[in-house]
């Protein structure tokens, strides 16, 4: 399977599948020097695995990373990192009477047309667990990015028809409740949604929203390898994601050209700052040192209990409930994983920034 290798100079390559013998990540390109532990990666796993709430899957997997290679003496060493989770509750029977039909919002149909052959446990590569190898090497990403005092920030926006308030919204507490809403009382709100979402078997998508902070500027190359580009490509990746948006993002059509545009002025130190960011960060692509700002819209879990109408092997029309462990919604799980798709893509840019000038390269070599 093609398709599994993310990067040009920060390049990972993914493997494993949901209910295989385990998930992991090789990462080359990773400067030396870098102090690097299993516990720096440990914490973004631990936020991204199943089990920890009542609005997630009961599915119970540690999600333990081991690293294999590229350290030595808790330092990078410049060769190529690998990273493994073992799988350790897996329950493949649950799939075993969904192997002949295709699931309503699944890659049962489109994997079958491409390769004539699936792995129907938990959806294999398609499946949502697949992402854990993602946030192992986003975790590396944010370390090293942490090193220049980027920060990268997500958190759920909206849960269904409920969002947040920007009166009432505190980044700062986005991990005091179990959806990771930095608005305490549209966290309420959206548990109660939920709740009443799972008494009725069914499920519900929501927004995604990212900010990073200290982003260096001049980062994404112009024409097709945008910043911009590169970040929506990455995060609509993520196999939950339907739509991505940067700075203002779709209600910039709605806007005039002075209400949109982010005026510039010069600042009491004499640099160069803009009224406004609905650009979100870039300008023609490329990062302008203002907060990188951008959105994910995620889907609504598509395993749910309710009854659904689908078509199988034989020929024949049926409904279905899909039973098993699944996430009445996948946002909050989902957050670190465009944390981590950011850093990715974000590390690769500034890593290529480096050879864009002749000055950049006297400093090093000079």
Not at 64 to 92: A, C, H, M, W, Y
Not at 119 to 134: F, P, Q, V
Not at 327 to 344: G, K, N, Y
């Amino acid at each position: 399977m093609s398709g599994s290798i993310l990067g040009d100079l920060f390049k990972i390559s993914t493997w494993g599948e949901s209910h295989g013998k385990g998930l992991g990540v090789v990462i080359d390109g990773c400067p030396a020097g870098l102090e690097l532990s299993e516990e720096d990666i440990q914490s973004d796993l631990d936020r991204r695995k199943p089990g920890q709430s009542p609005f997630t899957t009961p599915r119970k997997e540690g999600d333990k990373v081991e690293l294999l290679s590229g350290i030595f003496k808790g330092k990078t060493t410049g060769t190529p990192i690998s990273l493994i989770i073992f799988n350790k509750d897996q329950r493949s029977k649950d799939y075993s009477k969904l192997k002949d039909l295709y699931r309503p919002g699944h890659s049962d149909y489109s994997y079958d047309l491409k390769y004539g052959f699936r792995d129907y446990r938990g959806s294999g590569r398609a499946s949502g667990r697949e992402t854990a190898a993602r946030v192992a090497a986003g975790a590396v990403a944010r370390k090293l990015l942490a090193e220049l005092g980027v920060k990268i920030r997500a958190y759920t926006a909206s849960i269904g028809p409920v969002k947040i308030e920007a009166e009432n919204t505190k980044i700062e507490t986005r991990m005091d409740n179990f959806l990771y809403m930095p608005d305490q009382k549209a966290a309420k709100k959206a548990e109660e949604y939920l709740t009443k979402l799972m008494e009725e078997n069914n499920s519900s998508g929501g927004t995604i929203e990212c900010r990073v902070d200290n982003i260096p500027k001049g980062l994404g190359e112009p024409v097709f390898d945008k910043s911009d580009a590169l970040l929506a490509r990455a995060i609509m990746s993520i196999g939950a994601v339907k739509g991505v948006e940067i700075g203002s993002g779709f209600k910039a059509a709605e806007m005039t050209g002075h209400q949109h545009n982010d005026f510039f002025q010069f600042n009491g130190d004499g640099k160069i700052t803009k009224l406004t960011n609905h650009a979100g960060g870039t300008l023609g692509g490329i990062t302008d040192g203002s907060e990188l700002v951008l959105r994910a819209a995620v889907k609504p879990t598509p395993s749910i209990e309710k009854t659904q109408s689908t078509v199988n092997k034989s020929g024949e029309n049926i409904e279905i409930n899909i039973q098993g462990r699944h996430d009445p919604v996948i946002v909050p799980r989902a957050v670190v994983v465009v944390e981590a798709m950011t850093a990715l893509i974000l590390v690769d840019l500034l890593l290529k920034q480096m050879t864009t000038r002749l000055d950049y390269i006297k400093k090093v070599f000079g």
